[in-house]
């Protein structure tokens, strides 16, 4: 039996809402390079999708019930997950020193996770002497690693870093000139109303990973022009183009991507975009241009930067079940002298 260490129960007493919230007080500390970066990350790598399926009877089938297609386990993805983070740079450094943060864990003295976080992130900054805003958002995605993939699985990840020396050596602020940058529409463009084209960047880290589309054209259909590598055996799910595509209606999730840059140059989410991706279970907002767009639905009107995900699914309407039944077994026993307490149902 694996037995867990006292970093990892710590990182497991933190549910979604409590990394939600360490979130949410990270991210004005973390670099605007990896902003974006870090949401859609932590959107790709739901807990509550990990937790349903390690507490599963029958796990493949439960895969199977919420068509997970894919490299869904962030397990099996330790080193490369992260490669669209400005952050994944640093990654060897990143790793080695949230091992020796989990090996000398002090469960009597500590701190938050977010200052825990912060913490390990600010050595890093100094060892490397970087900006400490360059760490933190790859460092909060190194302790989630951490509580998905167990310390032992994280420690054997050899810390590879995925990125050629030409890509690697941008400054975060030459990333951010070149991110969803507007093609210019040639002489008198400006002038233009019909037939502007537009480039779609879906791997920063690799300069031929770019496709054009036409104005108003939405993000999938501009991939399928894409000839120019053979998909499916890159990933099944490319059928064609490099954006993995199915209905093209908004109704299989599978074109999901994450907005790297440029989300305000989408149209907004239409009613059935916006319906559908909470229930596959991607992102539950009410904003008009989230981080998070089905591909399939998004209409582009400017040069946009996305993050393919490695897998796909349908789990909204089952994580939500779940905790409907969690919040329904705790019943209010009702104590002798007339008090309330809630407690769990087993
Ligand atoms: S291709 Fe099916 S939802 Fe977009």
Redesign the pocket.
Same mark, same amino acid.
């Given at each position: 039996m694996n037995i867990e260490t006292p970093f990892e129960n710590f990182l497991n007493e933190h549910d979604e809402e409590a990394w939600s919230a360490t979130l949410a007080t990270l991210l004005r500390l973390i670099h605007e390079v990896d902003r974006n970066a870090t949401q859609i990350w932590f959107a790709f790598y739901p807990l509550p999708l990990l937790r349903a399926l390690e507490q599963s009877d029958d796990r493949e089938k439960l895969a199977q019930q919420l068509l997970l297609r894919g490299d869904y386990e962030l397990k099996a993805q330790i080193d490369t997950s992260h490669r669209f983070l400005y952050g994944h740079r640093f990654w060897p450094q990143v790793k080695r020193a949230v091992e020796q943060h989990a090996d000398s864990f002090n469960q009597t003295a500590r701190a938050s996770l977010a200052d825990q976080i912060l913490g390990v992130a600010r050595s890093v900054a100094q060892q490397l002497t970087k900006d400490e805003s360059l760490l933190v958002g790859i460092t909060a995605v190194a302790f989630m690693t951490v509580q998905q993939a167990g310390i032992t699985g994280f420690k054997s990840a050899p810390a590879t870093i995925g990125i050629d020396n030409k890509h690697a050596k941008k400054s975060p602020e030459q990333v951010l000139r070149e991110r969803a940058k507007d093609d210019s529409q040639g002489l008198l463009g400006f002038l233009r109303t019909v037939n502007k084209q537009w480039t779609v960047t879906w791997d920063e880290n690799d300069s031929s990973a770019k496709y054009k589309l036409r104005e108003a054209q939405d993000l %999938?259909w501009g991939a399928a022009d894409d000839q120019t590598r053979d998909w499916r055996s890159i990933d099944p799910r490319r059928v064609e183009g490099p954006i993995?595509?199915?209905?093209?209606? %908004?109704?299989?999730?599978?074109?999901?991507v994450g907005v790297l840059g440029g989300a305000a140059k989408l149209a907004d989410v239409g009613a059935r975009e916006g319906k559908?991706i909470k229930e596959?279970g991607y992102i539950d907002t009410a904003e008009p241009k989230p981080l998070i767009r089905?591909?399939?639905?998004a209409q582009a009107y400017g040069a946009v930067s996305v993050v393919i995900p490695p897998w796909n699914g349908q789990f909204g309407k089952y994580l939500r079940s779940l905790k409907e039944q969690d919040d329904k077994s705790i019943k209010i026993v009702a104590k002798p002298e007339g008090e309330a307490k809630s407690e769990f149902v087993q």
């Open positions: %999938a993995p595509v199915e209905c093209r209606s %908004a109704a299989c999730g599978t074109c999901w559908k596959f089905l591909a399939c639905q």
